[in-house]
């Protein structure tokens, strides 16, 4: 179902997949941990390639060619 939450990583709890689909600056303040912590399955789409810390998440950027 769709609820409120109070928080980004309270939103994340339980989750499959996240994806970032705005460049928001409250994304670029997220860790890895934040994902791997309390998503079930931590993997993200990062259309904005906000995301600098990514160790330990199926993570994949679009946008901007490759992942350095």
């Known amino acids: 179902g769709i609820g409120d939450t109070s928080s980004i990583v309270e939103c994340l ?26 998503m079930r399955t931590p993997a993200v789409i990062d259309c904005w390639r906000v995301l600098t810390d990514t160790t330990g998440l199926d993570y994949t950027a679009i946008g901007q060619g490759p992942c350095e």
Do not use: M, N, Q, S
Request: charged residues 25%; contains cysteine; proline residues 8%.
């Open 13 to 38: 709890g339980g989750a499959d997949l996240c994806i970032i689909a705005v460049p928001w600056p409250e994304f670029r303040t997220l860790r890895a941990a934040d994902f791997t912590e309390t």
